[in-house]
C-alpha cells in the first residue's frame, strides 16, 4: 500500500517537473504564439494593435504569476484555449485522443506479435530463414517511420487499390497506420526477446528438459518463454516514448486527427497551452504504464513476490 | 545485435529497391484511369472529396488570408461585391450596384439586395452589413478579433434605409470598393458576429453562418470538413453564368498533410482534388484523367527584401550586387515549372498597377563583383569578402509557407558563394521565423510575398505600418528609414481615382528598384491538382477555391 502510494507521489513530482521544464523551454525560445498567429507579416496588424492583443492575452505580465496561474488552472482541470485557433485545448484533446489510443493500442498490439514471431522463428524456426529473421530488427529500427508509411500507402492503397486512405472504414483506416507503427516498434521487442531465449536456452536446466524428452514447443512455451518474457516486458513500457514519437510522424502522414498531428501543429506554431497539455498526458501515460509495469513484475516471476513490503 | 556488414548493405538496398518500384507504381498508375465522357450539360449531384495541406485554424473572415482558412469561407459567404478573377474588374453581388463614391473616397454608398438570407434563416440586411463592416474595419481587441488588413482609415457605418447603408472614413480610402469583394470580407449572421476568437476556431464551425452557396454540415476537429450545398440558394454574382444552387450536392474538405499522400490519392481516384501540387509533382498530372489548375494570386510577386537599414546591406551597390549576383532563370528552371513565370517587376503581370522593371533584374555577376569591389569588399582568407573586419554573411528566413523556399535559398547560397557573399538560412518553425525575420539584425533579406488583387497590396507589403517587410519602421524606437518611400507607398492608398492610383503604383515600383529595395523572384501561383472529370473549378482573385460552379462529369 505505502509502495503505491510513493509511486503515486513520485508521479506528481515527475508531472510537475515535466509541466516546468516544458513551460521554461517555450519561455525561453524565441518567438511566441502570439507572435506567430498575430505578429506574423500576413496579418499586417500595427505594433500598436499587437501590444492590445498581447494585452489581451496577458502576455504583458511577468512569466512566474502567468505559470503559476496556469498550473493551478490545469489542477483545476482547465486547459486553456489554444492561442494558434482559439479552439479550447480540452475539445481538441477529446477529439485527438481516442483516436492516438486506438492506434497506439494496436500498434503496440501488432508490435508484440510482430515481435514474438520475429523472436521465435529467429531462434527456433527452421535452420535456413534464422539468420535472415535474427537481421530484421536492426533494419526495422533503422528505416524512417515516414518511409514505411509511404511505401505501405503507395503499394496497397494507390498501386494495388486494397485499402483506400480516403473515406476508408474505422478499420480500413487502421491497418496501415498500425503497420506503419508496428514495425518500428517491434524491433527493439524483438531484440531483446531473441538475445533472452538465447542466454535462456544456454542455461543448464534447459539441457535437462530437453534430455527428459520435451518437444520444442513444450520447451518453448513452458520453460523459455516465462524466463525470457520479463526484460521484454521492460522494454514494452519503455517503448512508450517511441509510441509517442511514432506516431507524430504515422498520424502526419496518414492524415489521422490524434495526438501525434495535434503536437505537430503545436509545435510549428508554438502553440503554448496545447504543447503544455500533450507533454503533460505523455507525461502520465509514461507514468501510467511503467507502474503498471512494475506491478506486473512480481504477477509473473514468483521470485519477485514478498520482495517489496 | 549488429548486422553483419554485408547483410546490412543488401537490406538497404532492398528497401530502396522497393521504394523506387513503389514510386513508379504511383505514377503510372493513373494513366489507365477515367475515360470521362464528353458533356456538355453541367449535371446536379454529387460530393467533391478534396484535399488541404493543413487544417483550418479560424473562420473569422479578416483571419481567412490564410488558405486552408480561406478555402472555407469563399464558399460559405457572400460579399458586398464580385471581384472578376480574370479581369479584376469590381461587380455588383449582395450589393445591387458598385457604390456611390464621394468626391474624395471618404464615404461610400451601397444598396443592398433584397432577400438574401443566412442559412440559418436570418435576413442579410442593412444592420446586418453594417455590424459586419463595422467589427472587420475595426476588430475587437477585447474578443481577440483583428481589423481586416485591406480596409484603411475605417470610421463608422450607417444605416440609412431598409436597402441602403453608408460607410465613413478618417481619410480617402480608394481600396475599400475591392476590399468588400475579398473573402477578408466576408458576410456572416448577427449571431456569428457576437463570437469571439475562441468560438470561431476549430470545434465550433458549424456554428459559423454564411449566405453562401455552402453550409457546414459537419466538422470533426483536425481531418475534415463537410460542406453542403445550399437548396434555397440564389444570390450568386449577377455576373456568373451559374445562378441558384451549387451543382455538387456536398464537398468533403479532408486534410491530407504529406505531399505524397495527397498527390497519390488524386491521382489515384481515391479524391477528386487536391491544393498545394508541389512543383516536382506536377507532371503527374499530366497522365489523361487528370488535369492541373495554376491560378494566379494577382499580387506582390515571390521575392526578397532586403533590410537596407543593416550596415551591411546599406551600401546600395551590395545590394544592386547581390541582385545582379542571383541567376533567377536558373532558379525557377531548377526548381520550378512553367505554372511559375519568371518576375518582371514587384507585381504579377496580371495584378492591378503592374509596371515592368525587368531590367534592374538582370544576372550579371561581373557587374556584381565589380560593384563589390567599388564598395570596398574584398575577398578574405576564406573567399568571403570582408570589409573593416565585418565579413559580407547574409541570413536569410526560410518562408515556409512559400513552395520550397529553402530551396531557392540554397540556389542563392551557391550562386552568391561565387561571388564571396556568404548566405545563411535562418532555422526554425514558425514562431522562430517570424520572431527572426522582424529583427534585420537576424535576418538580413526577407523572402515572402501577398496575394491581394488590389493596389493597395504593394502598400500592404512594403508599407511601415503593414507588412513592413523592409524594416523601414524600427519597431523599438519607431524610426523611419526612408520616408519617401512611405510616402510613395501611401499615395497608393489615398489617391482616390484608379487612373491616380495606377500612376502612384507605378512610381513606388520604379523606385522600388531603383533603390534596390527588392527582388522579385516569380510569380507565384497557387496550383490545384483535378481529376479530369471534375469540371467547372475556378478560383476566387487571389486563387482560392470556389465550388459553387463545380460539377462532376461521371
Given at each position: 500500500m505505502t509502495y503505491v502510494l510513493r509511486r503515486l507521489g513520485q508521479a506528481a513530482v515527475v508531472l510537475l517537473?515535466?509541466?516546468?521544464?516544458?513551460?521554461?523551454l517555450l519561455a525561453a525560445l524565441p518567438g511566441d504564439a502570439v507572435v506567430a498567429r498575430f505578429a506574423s507579416p500576413e496579418l499586417g496588424l500595427s505594433p500598436e494593435q499587437l501590444s492590445v492583443i498581447r494585452e489581451a492575452y496577458g502576455f504583458d505580465r511577468p512569466l512566474w504569476e502567468r505559470y503559476l496561474e496556469s498550473v493551478f488552472a490545469f489542477v483545476r482541470g482547465d486547459f486553456g484555449y489554444s492561442v494558434q485557433t482559439g479552439a479550447s485545448v480540452s475539445t481538441l484533446l477529446a477529439t485527438a485522443l481516442p483516436s492516438s489510443l486506438v492506434l497506439a493500442a494496436w500498434g503496440l498490439g501488432a508490435a508484440i506479435l510482430l515481435a514474438v514471431g520475429i523472436a521465435v522463428t529467429a531462434t527456433f524456426g527452421p535452420r535456413v530463414i534464422r539468420r535472415g529473421f535474427r537481421s530484421l530488427p536492426p533494419l526495422f529500427v533503422s528505416i524512417p517511420v515516414f518511409f514505411v508509411g509511404i511505401v505501405l500507402i503507395q503499394v496497397f492503397s494507390f498501386r494495388l487499390g486494397?485499402?483506400?486512405?480516403?473515406?476508408?472504414?474505422?478499420v480500413q483506416a487502421l491497418i496501415l497506420p498500425v503497420a506503419t507503427l508496428a514495425i518500428p516498434l517491434s524491433a527493439p521487442l524483438a531484440q531483446v526477446l531473441i538475445r533472452s531465449i538465447d542466454e535462456v536456452r544456454a542455461q543448464p536446466f534447459v539441457t535437462v528438459v530437453r534430455a527428459r524428452g520435451a518437444s520444442t514447443s513444450w520447451l518453448l512455451w513452458r520453460n523459455v518463454a516465462r524466463n525470457a518474457v520479463l526484460p521484454a516486458l521492460t522494454m514494452a513500457g519503455l517503448i512508450f516514448g517511441e509510441l509517442v514519437g511514432g506516431a507524430v510522424v504515422t498520424e502526419s502522414v496518414f492524415g489521422r486527427a490524434g495526438v501525434g498531428q495535434l503536437t505537430a501543429q503545436a509545435v510549428a506554431a508554438r502553440d503554448a497551452p496545447v504543447l503544455l497539455a500533450v507533454v503533460v498526458f505523455s507525461a502520465f501515460a509514461f507514468v501510467i504504464i511503467n507502474l503498471l509495469v512494475d506491478l506486473a513484475y512480481p504477477v509473473l516471476d514468483p521470485r519477485l513476490r514478498g520482495a517489496r513490503r | 545485435m549488429p548486422l553483419p556488414r554485408p547483410l546490412r548493405r543488401v537490406a538497404l538496398a532492398a528497401t530502396a529497391a522497393v521504394a523506387a518500384a513503389a514510386l513508379l507504381a504511383g505514377c503510372s498508375a493513373g494513366?489507365?484511369?477515367s475515360g470521362a465522357s464528353v458533356n456538355a450539360e453541367p449535371v446536379t449531384g454529387g460530393t467533391l472529396t478534396y484535399l488541404e495541406p493543413q487544417t483550418w485554424t479560424t473562420l473569422y473572415p479578416p483571419s481567412a488570408g490564410f488558405y486552408p482558412n480561406g478555402g472555407i469561407v469563399n464558399n460559405i459567404t457572400d460579399r458586398l461585391l464580385y471581384q472578376d478573377p480574370a479581369t479584376l474588374e469590381l461587380q455588383p453581388w449582395i450589393a445591387t450596384a458598385l457604390p456611390e463614391v464621394n468626391e474624395d473616397a471618404t464615404q461610400y454608398t451601397f444598396t443592398i439586395r433584397e432577400g438574401v438570407t443566412y442559412s440559418d434563416g436570418t435576413a442579410l440586411d442593412a444592420a446586418n452589413v453594417v455590424a459586419n463592416i463595422d467589427l472587420f474595419g475595426k476588430g475587437d481587441s477585447s474578443r481577440k478579433l483583428t481589423q481586416s488588413e485591406a480596409i484603411n482609415n475605417y470610421d463608422h457605418g450607417?444605416?440609412?434605409?431598409?436597402?441602403?447603408?453608408r460607410f465613413f472614413f478618417t481619410a480617402p480610402s480608394p481600396g475599400f470598393a475591392q476590399a468588400v469583394s475579398t473573402i477578408n470580407s466576408g458576410l456572416v449572421s448577427n449571431s456569428t458576429l457576437a463570437k469571439t476568437a475562441e468560438t470561431f476556431g476549430p470545434g465550433n464551425a458549424t456554428t459559423v453562418i454564411g449566405s453562401g452557396p455552402f453550409v457546414i454540415a459537419a466538422e470533426e476537429v483536425g481531418t475534415k470538413i463537410t460542406l453542403k450545398a445550399r437548396d434555397d440558394y440564389d444570390w450568386a454574382p449577377p455576373s456568373r453564368e451559374h445562378q441558384g444552387r451549387p451543382y455538387l450536392d456536398g464537398i468533403d474538405l479532408i486534410v491530407a498533410a504529406e505531399d505524397s499522400v495527397r498527390v497519390g490519392t488524386v491521382v489515384a481516384g481515391q479524391a477528386d482534388a487536391a491544393r498545394q501540387i508541389e512543383a516536382p509533382d506536377e507532371a503527374q498530372f499530366a497522365a489523361p484523367g487528370l488535369a492541373l489548375v495554376a491560378a494566379s494570386t494577382n499580387g506582390v510577386n515571390n521575392g526578397l527584401s532586403f533590410r537596407f537599414r543593416n550596415p551591411l546591406l546599406a551600401d546600395i551597390r551590395v545590394r544592386q550586387a547581390i541582385i545582379a549576383g542571383i541567376d533567377r532563370q536558373d532558379i525557377v528552371d531548377t526548381l520550378f515549372t512553367a505554372n511559375y513565370p519568371l518576375a518582371t517587376g514587384a507585381l504579377a503581370k496580371t495584378a492591378l498597377g503592374y509596371t515592368d522593371t525587368s531590367s534592374f533584374y538582370a544576372y550579371d555577376p561581373v557587374k556584381a563583383a565589380a560593384l563589390l569591389d567599388e564598395a570596398g569588399w574584398v575577398p578574405g582568407a576564406d573567399g568571403i569578402r570582408v570589409k573593416d573586419g565585418q565579413r559580407l554573411a547574409i541570413a536569410f528566413n526560410e518562408a515556409l509557407?512559400?513552395?520550397?523556399?529553402?530551396?531557392?535559398?540554397?540556389?542563392?547560397?551557391?550562386?552568391l558563394a561565387k561571388l564571396g557573399i556568404e548566405v545563411s538560412l535562418t532555422p526554425g518553425d514558425m514562431a522562430a521565423q517570424t520572431a527572426a525575420s522582424l529583427d534585420e539584425n537576424i535576418v538580413q533579406v526577407y523572402h515572402s510575398m501577398v496575394g491581394r488583387a488590389d493596389f493597395d497590396v504593394l502598400k500592404s507589403q512594403y508599407f511601415s505600418k503593414n507588412r513592413n517587410?523592409?524594416?523601414n519602421l524600427h519597431r523599438a524606437d519607431g524610426s523611419i528609414g526612408d520616408s519617401q518611400l512611405d510616402t510613395l507607398l501611401a499615395a497608393i492608398a489615398s489617391t482616390p481615382t484608379a487612373e491616380g492610383r495606377t500612376a502612384a503604383s507605378a512610381a513606388a515600383q520604379q523606385y522600388l528598384a531603383e533603390q534596390a529595395y527588392?527582388?522579385?523572384?516569380?510569380?507565384?501561383?497557387?496550383?490545384?491538382?483535378l481529376r479530369g472529370d471534375v469540371k467547372g473549378f475556378h478560383t476566387e482573385s487571389v486563387g482560392r477555391p470556389s465550388f459553387a460552379e463545380v460539377w462532376l462529369d461521371r
Open positions: 517537473l515535466a509541466y516546468t521544464v516544458a513551460y521554461v486494397l485499402i483506400p486512405v480516403i473515406n476508408a472504414t474505422p | 494513366g489507365a484511369s450607417e444605416v440609412v434605409d431598409a436597402t441602403t447603408v509557407p512559400q513552395p520550397r523556399s529553402a530551396e531557392v535559398v540554397t540556389i542563392i547560397q551557391e550562386q517587410t523592409l524594416l527588392i527582388l522579385p523572384i516569380f510569380e507565384e501561383p497557387q496550383v490545384f491538382g
